[in-house]
């Protein structure tokens, strides 16, 4: 099976369709290969949805905002019959997240799935995760109001400042520092500033608000053990493959399938680096089940921490051999070997030996511990994780409305993001930046509708279908700070979905304080917006 580049589906090409299905009886059934390719009115109909939850939650705090206990109760869509993932992205993928950032004490959360009209509703980036943000962030801004505390200070207030922090709802948080991340978003927010901006849109008629959303999420889907025990059939390792060739360039062969998350530039990166070799001699091969190791694939951000982890075993196995072969050519002990910017040395002295010689001697073993070592450079590893990986962030949201067309416009959006260790820092501000554009889209424009007589899908093209436009988004600001992950050796937590969770929450937040009410169904359009504002003033 070979998979070229086939360009990102944010979740929808994961799972399992009928005509897939059908396609593979029907080219078995005629000898011969058969290519069909739906229409975009047939994708409407029938590809998966995603995030469609009716949710109830109740805070309990005491009298100074400490959080005493969360209660959620959802109605989860899983649409006329069940997609691959459904059934787990409303509850392991979503209950575990609703301690957020938070040390609340006591959590419980009810969730019932229920069949409906609908197209399948199965994972959307962010799958699970950008639904309990939503649901914990919104009400933490709205208990913030109701105490009249800054929604800041109460998010403060009840930060985990200690870590490894085990949730009420069954996760170990590794790491993290949430102030750091918050302040930093604040003070790119220019928050200080943001009364008197309220005041001059005021003064035009127009109304202002300012929205934080404080998100965490689980990354890395992991371990094998634990999918298990919850039902899976797979595993959820990945695996790694690293040939080195006799003129010391190096193959890598992938088990995640890049879609354009630029995983030939990252992974050479990190091979590049441990090699002390220059990126362009790095070749990564992938989607092509003939020549990688059997592999997950590509997706919950996963593909750093556990297809990169794979591939940095597979290139340490590489080292420690080559650190045989230098020996042998050094005539020094194993033990005495270091290996560093792309050589071997023995400790103490000058005498060494480049990557590249050891390569072309591992092919060419002319002078070779023939006895100790096999000939060749090449292994392979697989990672299992033991957690997830944990990213979190700070976003602050500023929105002005004019109440009387109910068009809202976005001011400013701070992203302030811990991704753990970031090798590529311009391939995670694209995902960054793309993953909230997804999640604006969401809070503001895009949302299925069935006519409620005939179930007939209304938003059945993109003359229906919103998507949002370069005209309805500012110039993201986007920053990060660092806490390394602690349980894989790249100290990295993934970010391929950070935007996505954060962003319809803080966009909310802002808009319900602009218009001073408690909620806004999503997708927030201008009529809703309108009717929201004719109905306070």
């Known amino acids: 099976m070979i998979a070229p580049d086939v360009g990102g589906g944010f979740g929808s090409k994961i799972f399992l369709y009928a005509e897939e299905t059908a396609l593979v009886w029907a080219s078995k ?44 109760k959802t109605i989860a869509n899983m649409g006329a019959y069940l997609s691959t993932f459904a059934s787990s992205v409303p509850t392991i993928l979503y ?26 509703v199965d994972a959307y980036r962010g799958a699970g995760r950008p639904e309990a943000t939503y649901v914990v962030e919104r009400i933490v801004e709205q208990a913030a109001r109701d105490l009249k505390m800054d929604p800041a200070a109460i998010r403060r207030k009840n930060f985990i400042t200690e870590f490894p922090y085990a949730t009420p709802v069954g996760l170990t948080y590794d790491t993290g520092d949430y102030a750091a991340h918050l302040d930093r978003a604040m003070e790119m927010a220019d928050v200080k500033g943001f009364p008197a901006r309220r ?26 053990n634990i999918a298990g025990a919850l039902g899976a059939r797979a595993g959820l390792f990945e695996a790694g493959e690293v040939r080195v060739h ?66 940095v075993k597979a290139v340490d196995k590489i080292i420690a051999k080559g ?27 000058d005498k060494k030996v480049p990557f590249g010689s050891v390569a072309l001697t591992a092919y060419v073993p002319h002078n070779y511990p023939l006895d100790k070592l096999e000939p060749g450079l090449n292994e392979n590893a697989f990672y299992d994780p033991t ?21 809202s416009k976005i001011e400013s959006f701070v992203a302030v993001d811990d991704f753990g260790n970031i090798v590529n820092p311009m391939i995670v501000e694209g995902q960054v930046q793309g993953g909230i554009a997804q999640g604006l889209g ?16 209304l938003t059945g093209s993109y003359m229906d279908y919103a998507m949002p436009r370069a005209t309805d988004l500012p110039n993201f600001n986007i920053s990060n700070v660092v806490t390394p992950c602690t349980h894989n050796p790249l ?9 996505a969770i954060g962003s319809p929450a803080a966009y909310m937040n802002a808009l319900t304080d602009a218009l001073g009410v408690k909620d806004v169904p999503m997708p927030a359009t201008a009529e809703r917006v309108w009717r929201a504002a004719r109905h306070t003033s």
């Not at 009115?41 to 005491?62: I, M, P, Q």
């Not at 997950?296 to 750093?304: A, F, H, P, V």
């Not at 969401?442 to 007939?456: I, K, N, R, V």
């Open 29 to 72: 059934r005629v000898g011969r290969p058969i290519k069909w390719t739906a229409e975009r009115s047939e994708s409407f109909l029938t590809d998966a949805h995603g995030r469609d939850h009716v949710t109830t939650a109740e805070l309990a705090t005491d009298a100074q905002g400490t959080f005493l206990a969360l209660r959620v």
């Open 442 to 457: 969401q809070a503001m424009l895009e949302g299925c509708t069935y006519d409620p007589q005939s179930g007939q899908l």
């Open 95 to 120: 209950a575990t997240l609703l301690a957020g950032q938070y040390r609340t004490p006591a959590i419980y959360c009810e969730v019932k799935a229920v069949f409906t009209n609908t197209a399948p």
């Open 246 to 311: 006799p003129t010391g360039t190096v193959t890598v062969f992938t088990g995640s399938h890049s879609h354009g998350q630029g995983h030939e530039t990252t992974f050479a990166q990190i091979v590049a680096a441990k090699l002390g070799i220059p990126p362009g001699n790095v070749e990564i091969v992938h989607g092509d089940t003939g020549r990688v190791p059997f592999g997950m694939g590509t997706y919950g951000s996963r593909s750093l921490a556990v297809g990169g982890t794979a591939i």
């Open 323 to 349: 650190k045989k072969i230098a020996a042998h050519l050094l005539e020094a002990a194993d033990t005495d070997i270091e290996f560093e910017n792309g050589e071997f040395k023995v400790a103490g002295t």
């Open 491 to 499: 100290g990295v937590k993934g970010c391929g979905e950070a935007g």
């Open 199 to 224: 005041q001059a849109s005021q003064a035009n008629g127009k109304l202002r608000g300012l929205g934080y959303a404080c998100y965490i999420e689980a990354c890395g889907l992991a371990p094998s």
């Open 387 to 407: 957690n997830f990986t944990y990213p979190a962030g700070s976003y602050v949201c500023e929105v002005e409305v004019d109440p009387q067309t109910g068009r």
